[in-house]
């Protein structure tokens, strides 16, 4: 079992806006440290999305954002298309034991 | 461009070591928190380690007592060693780094392609 929570799977129509939830507790993401997102198409290499909870590396599209408050954070992903289906992941560090974390992932179904 | 390029033995017997070697084109390894993840058949990212050129490493807790991370700077690259390996090692293999030099905590921008690794008899 994960130390952060996701939905094991989401859907949307395309171009309709979705969001995945990360929930952790206060000894991660409540005691300030940053979430991070990925994208994991099949057969390739995660993608990181989003960074420091809200920032995008170059070459991500604005469709996707990034939010953080208290002991949860999301991803959003607007105008969805095709191409973005596949499995999410959020991430963070654990103060206790000292470690990266990541949720158990959400799949993400374009319907 | 930066180049993550894994390598090792894609079969492992049961009990016996995993060893496993990334090597960075591209840039300086030094700076960086180097990273191994794997995820394996059907589940989610697992985070194994990261090991700092010039001192510095933190593994996993459930597979601290297995894990040996090392670097060597002359040849840009880090290694990967999981000592008595079982069927539940079976996965594939990532080096990664992190978006900025002096993070510890994640991030990760930079893959490895991954290698898959079984273990079997």
């Known amino acids: 079992q994960s130390v952060l929570t996701q939905p094991p799977s989401v859907s949307g129509a395309p171009g309709q806006r979705v969001t995945i939830s990360c929930t952790g507790s206060?000894?991660?993401?409540?005691?300030?440290?940053?979430v991070h997102w990925y994208q994991h198409l099949p057969g390739t290499a995660p993608r990181l999305l989003i960074y420091?909870?809200?920032d995008r590396p170059s070459g991500v599209p604005d469709r996707f954002s990034g939010s953080k408050s208290g002991t949860s954070a999301s991803l959003a992903i607007s105008g969805l298309q095709a191409e973005d289906e596949g499995d999410y992941y959020c991430?963070?560090?654990?103060?206790?034991?000292?470690?990266?974390?990541f949720g158990g992932g959400t799949k993400l179904t374009v319907l | 461009q930066v180049l993550l390029q894994g390598s090792g033995p894609r079969l492992v017997k049961p009990s016996e070591t995993l060893s496993l070697t990334c090597t960075v084109s591209?840039?300086?390894?030094?700076?960086?928190?180097w990273n191994w993840i794997r995820q394996p058949p059907g589940k989610g990212l697992e985070w194994i380690g990261y090991?700092?050129?010039?001192?510095?490493?933190n593994y996993n807790p459930s597979l601290k007592s297995r894990v040996i991370m090392s670097v060597d700077s002359s040849k840009n690259e880090m290694s990967l060693s999981l000592t008595f390996v079982t069927a539940a090692d079976t996965a594939v293999y990532y080096c990664?780094?992190?978006?900025?030099?002096?993070?510890?905590?994640?991030?990760?921008?930079?893959w490895g392609q991954g290698a898959i690794v079984t273990v079997s008899s």
């Open positions: 990664a780094r992190p978006y900025k030099r002096g993070w510890y905590g994640g991030a990760f921008h930079l």
């Open positions: 591209g840039d300086s390894i030094s700076g960086y928190y």
């Open positions: 090991i700092y050129p010039g001192g510095g490493s």
């Open positions: 206060s000894s991660n993401i409540g005691a300030r440290y940053d």
């Open positions: 420091s909870n809200t």
């Open positions: 991430q963070s560090h654990d103060t206790s034991p000292s470690a990266v974390i």
